[in-house]
């Protein structure tokens, strides 16, 4: 099957952009209002993530280039794709959030099928436990704080050591100047 040219562009493109991608995440869309879809949007934007709405065939031939063939399985109904070339964790964090904070768990208005982390392919659990992880200024902190606590150990037992020095010294002032 011959591809249009202006078809091949939109792969084009997208294999571009998703090529460099840290994290990605497939979800289907039924029945999303404007107004969450308008604030979904506006949440990716800010955690620094790309969200679209593109046609299922055009997904799969990029998929297909990028070498996620399986991901055609979870290319079914309305779909669209959130993705994040900065962070892995940032497309989960953002959409489960987000379904949590509207209460669609329980419907099928916004749902995840599936993602890509690092170039492994996840399923729905999967997605939902790479959400569930601390954000990466929090796991990077906590690595600083790790690190920085033998340091402050350190510190501390240095400058004991010179406190008792200190002491010693001035007992032996005072015991000069008595004697």
């Keep these: 099957m011959a591809v249009r040219p202006e078809k091949q562009a939109i792969v084009a493109e997208l294999v571009s952009s998703l090529k460099d991608a840290k994290g990605i995440v497939l979800t289907g869309y039924k029945g999303l209002a404007v107004v969450q879809d308008t604030k979904l949007r506006a ?3 800010e955690a620094g993530v790309t969200y679209r709405v593109v046609k299922n065939t055009m997904l799969n031939l990029a998929f297909k280039e990028l070498g996620y063939a399986e991901l055609e399985a979870y290319l079914h109904g309305t779909t ?3 993705f994040s070339t900065e962070d892995a964790v ?3 964090k953002v959409l489960e959030d987000f379904i949590k904070e509207n209460n669609l768990a329980k419907t099928e208005t916004l749902q995840v099928k599936a993602g890509v982390v690092e170039g492994e392919i996840i399923d729905v659990a999967g997605v939902k436990e790479l959400a569930s992880l601390p954000s990466r200024e929090v796991l990077i902190a906590k690595v600083l704080g790790s690190m920085n606590a033998p340091i402050s150990g350190l510190v501390n037992v240095l400058q004991g050591t010179i ?3 200190v002491y010693v010294l ?3 002032r ?3 100047e008595s004697a």
Excluded: D, G, L
Aim: net charge positive.
């Design 43 to 45: 949440k990716m934007r």
């Design 80 to 82: 669209a794709i959130a």
């Design 90 to 92: 940032s497309p989960a």
């Design 163 to 165: 406190r008792n020095a």
């Design 170 to 172: 001035e007992a032996i």
């Design 174 to 176: 005072k015991q000069k």
